[in-house]
């Protein structure tokens, strides 16, 4: 436990909650995936309620940001759309797992899961984005029924790109993941979300990312409403977060493009490596 | 509806005003419990502290009522705030399936209607099943 005046800890919090918001988005994880480790392991602040803060700054970064994607029309919300039916379909399971887990005082496995999950994303940092477009596969039998095709205008390659996508029912499937770990650990978990659309349908970088980012908030809310009844929400806390986390966010999208270097990210992803490794150390009792 | 005005417009626009007045009434709610030490029955302490007893199990949607919102009880103002904040992604799927149907696009339709089921059952159904 933190023992400092409750306004010093007001203050850590806003402190705390912007700087995750930044980090979360030059990084392109969101919030959550620092701020619940910062907040339970230098807060002191339970990680029920973490997760439940860390959900709801999710649904207000997603929102903010979404609504300036898909006015630039890269965004597939018709893909999306598709595809929340498995992530609100995981997160409903993940959140009542989560209900289970804290009425049943086994918070070591949240630390534990949420730790492994801060620790893969390292090869995802390591990986990401080598090519901007997929090389294309042969449509299958869901390129046709789901209409999984559309078009934008690429900024950077200067060009119309046309696309679509394939393996309909292997985005769904992982799709389903990422809601369940979304709804079990309050993040976004975005990363998962634009493995099923990168990896599993082909779609191009830009396309999952953008669509990954607008379904987030539609996941998040899924899940919040049941750690509302479940009392995982703590309102304040939950409110000041959302704001920092959202302010975080922003002040990062305004400063993104001029710091997208490569040793940058070497940093960040050793303060996701380090904050994994002391999750697992705390979920295995190690740490206190 | 006019013609120069597309779904994504309104998608967009939905999400940015929905965020924008969430954050509105958080702000002003959190201004007063600072300012007010507290909020209701509760100090400032209760409501800020790490292990706060407060949390959205004991807090019923009827807390927001007109002698909290006209008593300046700064918890009711945050709990709309986040109550908006929720409603926003609902909304969006809500234009969705308008839009859908609009584009006569029957097979979208019906899935996004599933999504928002599935959205009505985590808001209402779960949490009237599971917690008394």
Redesign the interface.
Known sequence: MLHVPIDVFFALVVIVSIISGFLGALVGLGGGTFLVPLYTLFLGIPIAYATGASLISTIATSSGSASAYVKDRITNVRIGMGLEIATTTGSIVGSLTAAFVYAHHLEYIIYIVFGVVLLSQIYFQMERSRFELPKPIKPDWTTRVFQLHGEYYDEALKQEVKYYGVRWWLGETIMFFAGFISGLLGIGSGALKVLGMDWAMNLPMKVSTTTSNFMIGVTAATGSAIYWAFGLIQPILAGFTALGVLLGSMTASKILPKITNRSIRYIFTAILAFLGVEMVLRGVGIIH | MPRNIS???I???T??V??LI??VF??F??GL??VHRGAGIYT??D??????P??????PVSYINSRTVMGLNG?AY??I??II??????V??AI?IA??AHER?W??TF??A??FI??M???FV??AL??K
């Open positions: 779904f994504e417009d998608i967009g626009w999400l940015r929905g965020v969430s954050a958080i702000i709610g959190i419990i600072y400032f302490k409501l800020v502290a790490a292990n706060s407060v949390n959205t199990s004991i807090l918890l945050v709990l705030g986040l904040l929720m409603a926003t992604p609902v969006r799927v969705g839009q859908f696009n097979l979208y899935i996004t599933v999504v599935n959205l059952l985590a808001i779960i949490p599971v917690v």
